[in-house]
């Protein structure tokens, strides 16, 4: 029996041999003479191993001998590559944590062998605007990343939406509900979900604490511009300037230089609402230096919002906080990544289309951006989303304030009946207040009117009572047109935004999201596999100068799915969010089985921070 390393070399001299034999004779001469067959076998394979790094015999069977524990052949799959090119037929040799390799031909294999025939072997999912970073440290609840694997999401980008779980200014992981930045305090808690104890606050402490304790899925992740900002100056509204400017920038950078993958902003949430042009094109400018990404939560993604002065005939709010976003691109030339492109309520909608012309044209003046969507018209947030700035800029004294009251009312009033989206869009999935528990699962609207209440006074109460947080799903951000077009724009790439919900109703987008997005693509023929499975994992690796997975290809990570195309389907309903998908057969995390037929491997942590 040949050994693996003897089929290379004797391939490498079949295919040496058929190059010569190729350059000898045209393909016209060789078909006349040869009739096809085996020469028309070793041209198509030729062609395929310039894409490849799969070496690829003339003709013939390969045998592999099983030299180790460590190996597993998917056999006789269709290898969708991630790169987006065409997908061919195929097996992939694992070995360890790694690809060994991919292989055209009819290959046999006494090791352990899983047979792929009218499976698609793909690279695992990369949900590349994800905030589990903020998860992963809680180690052993595998309840909490289990509806990801089962997806096939195999690495996690997390720290979107301004929201980081280091690079703090130094010390503020001790701090207190007592302590003068009960903000940062706040922040960070709610992020954390008293699942562990923040021990850190750089992100060389952050990715120690992970290795140590092992992590399921792997982590890429982003310094939240908002989180730093709040260890520094709480949610205080007052613009960064001078030395504290110079404070943020430095932590910032510190964290890059650390390993974050880029800087993310969440300007429509605390603090990052507060943050002023000057600040972001600092930022930018200098993640444009480091050779990183900027991803931004917009200021807006309604056509009238809180956080933009109102003014009834001017350009709408969110192509505002497009375009803004896509001139500091012009200016410091920053990589950018829109987080979440959403359009809510139903007066937005017809805004799609000249959206996406703000977007092609930035990207035709040489803007370096891409947008990120999932494949539902609801999205998670929490209920201060709606809220004004000026709002934000006076809490808790505003609460007590009549008049602020009343000119709150009056804008939402305006708002919401002049969007098209109102306190029945607003489903409360975790009040955070234990008087209002009793209300999860409800919308706004129902809610008031269950206990009596009007709906503004209502919506008031959970606010202040929660905070600010109580966890919501906003319904009516897009429609099925709007979705679909997104899919199918070439600048999208795909993500949940989501993490499993400890109590409380679930986001869909954590269950079955990406089945979902391949269910459409096919259904409604909107991308090819290719590009479906590309935009998962190759398009979004690349986006984020992740190079050592991604694509299938010899020395890449073994993060693979091998899935179902005929039958891949998201099984959520809109009362039903938690369900699991269908189709998706097999998941590996660096080289580790983690989803076997339906069953989870509760035992390993095969991920590493990337
Ligand atoms: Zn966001």
Same mark, same amino acid.
């Given at each position: 029996? &040949? ?5 290379? %070399?004797?391939?490498?001299l @079949? ?13 016209s001469?060789?078909?006349t ?8 076998? *070793?041209?198509a394979?030729?062609?395929q ?5 799969a070496?690829s ?31 061919? %037929? ?7 944590? &790694? ?37 992963l ?7 909490l990343?289990?509806?990801?694997? /089962? ?13 980081g ?42 990715f ?5 304790n092992?992590?399921?899925h ?25 030395? /504290? ?8 950078e ?63 709010h ?15 030339g ?18 799609y ?16 951006? &891409?947008?990120?969507t ?6 998670v ?8 700035e000026?709002?934000?800029a /006076? ?6 304030? /009549? ?39 409800m919308?706004? &609207? ?27 799903l906003?319904h ?22 989501a993490?499993?919900?400890?109590e ?17 693509? @096919? ?13 998962? *994992?190759?398009? *979004? ?7 050592? @997975?991604?694509?299938?290809v ?36 660096n ?18 921070v990337?």
């Amino acid at each position: 029996m &040949k050994s693996i390393e003897n089929y290379l %070399k004797i391939n490498l001299l @079949r295919r040496e041999f058929i190059r010569w034999l190729m350059k000898m004779m045209s393909t016209s001469v060789v078909f006349t003479l040869w009739g096809g067959g085996i020469f028309r076998k *070793s041209k198509a394979n030729a062609a395929q191993s310039t894409q490849q790094t799969a070496a690829s015999a003339a003709e013939g069977q390969v045998t592999l001998e099983n030299v180790n524990e460590s190996r597993t052949l998917l056999k006789n799959g269709l290898i969708v590559d991630g790169t987006g090119n065409k997908a061919f %037929k195929g097996s992939l040799l694992i070995n360890h944590h &790694k690809i060994e390799k991919v292989i055209t031909e009819d290959v046999s294999f006494d090791g352990n062998t899983i047979d792929c025939t009218g499976r698609v072997i793909a690279p695992g999912i990369i949900d590349m605007h994800s905030h589990m970073d903020s998860v992963l440290p809680a180690g052993d609840r595998h309840d909490l990343t289990t509806p990801f694997t /089962r997806q096939g999401v195999t690495t996690f980008v997390g720290g979107n939406c301004g929201y980081g779980i280091a690079g703090f200014k130094k010390g503020s992981q001790n701090l207190t509900a007592e302590s003068s930045n009960r903000d940062f305090y706040k922040t960070v808690n709610k992020r954390a979900k008293g699942l562990y104890e923040l021990q850190w606050d750089t992100f060389g402490g952050y990715f120690d604490y992970l290795e140590k304790n092992g992590i399921t899925h792997n982590l890429a992740t982003l310094v939240g511009n908002g989180t730093t900002r709040a260890s520094l100056q709480g949610f205080d509204p007052t613009p960064m300037t001078g030395s /504290r400017m110079q404070e943020q920038m430095y932590l910032l950078e510190e964290a890059l230089e650390q390993g974050a993958r880029g800087v993310s902003f969440g300007l429509q949430y605390e603090p990052d609402v507060f943050v002023t042009l000057d600040e972001l094109n600092k930022v930018a400018a200098m993640v444009k230096q480091k050779d990183k990404i900027i991803t931004v939560h917009m200021k807006a993604y309604s056509a009238l919002s809180g956080t933009y002065p109102l003014e009834f005939y001017g350009v709408p709010h969110n192509l505002q906080a497009i375009e803004e976003i896509l001139n500091l691109g012009r200016e410091t030339g920053a990589r950018i990544q829109l987080s979440h492109l959403i359009f809510v309520g139903e007066r937005t909608w017809k805004s799609y289309e000249k959206a996406f012309e703000l977007i092609d044209q930035a990207i035709q003046d040489g803007v370096d951006v &891409k947008f990120d969507t999932y494949a539902y018209h609801c999205g998670v947030s929490i209920i201060n989303v709606v809220l004004p700035e000026w709002f934000l800029a /006076r809490v808790p004294e505003v609460f007590n304030s /009549r008049w602020a009251l009343l000119k709150l009312r009056a804008e939402l009033t305006l708002i919401t009946n002049l969007l098209g989206f109102g306190y029945e869009d607003i489903q409360i999935t975790k009040a955070n207040h234990p008087d209002l528990e009793q209300y999860n699962g409800m919308f706004l &609207k129902d809610i008031a009117r269950k206990r009596n209440m009007g709906e503004f006074e209502n919506f008031i109460d959970f606010v202040q009572k929660s905070n600010g947080i109580a966890a919501v799903l906003n319904h009516r951000y897009s429609n099925q047109e709007q979705v679909k077009a997104m899919i199918r724009h070439p600048a999208s790439l795909f993500q949940t935004d989501a993490t499993v919900r400890l109590e409380g109703v679930q986001n869909p987008a954590a269950f079955g999201n990406f089945p979902r997005i391949l269910q459409y693509a @096919r259904d409604y023929n909107l991308i090819s596999l290719e590009e479906a499975v590309h935009k998962m *994992s190759g398009a *979004s690796a690349d986006r984020f100068g992740i190079q050592d @997975r991604g694509i299938l290809v010899g020395n890449k990570a073994a993060d693979i799915m091998v899935f179902d195309w005929h039958k891949v389907k998201d099984n959520n309903t809109d009362i039903k969010t938690s369900e699991t998908p269908s189709g998706i057969d097999y998941v590996f995390i660096n080289g580790t089985l983690a989803l076997d037929q339906g069953k989870i491997n509760t035992k390993a942590k095969p991920g590493v921070v990337i």
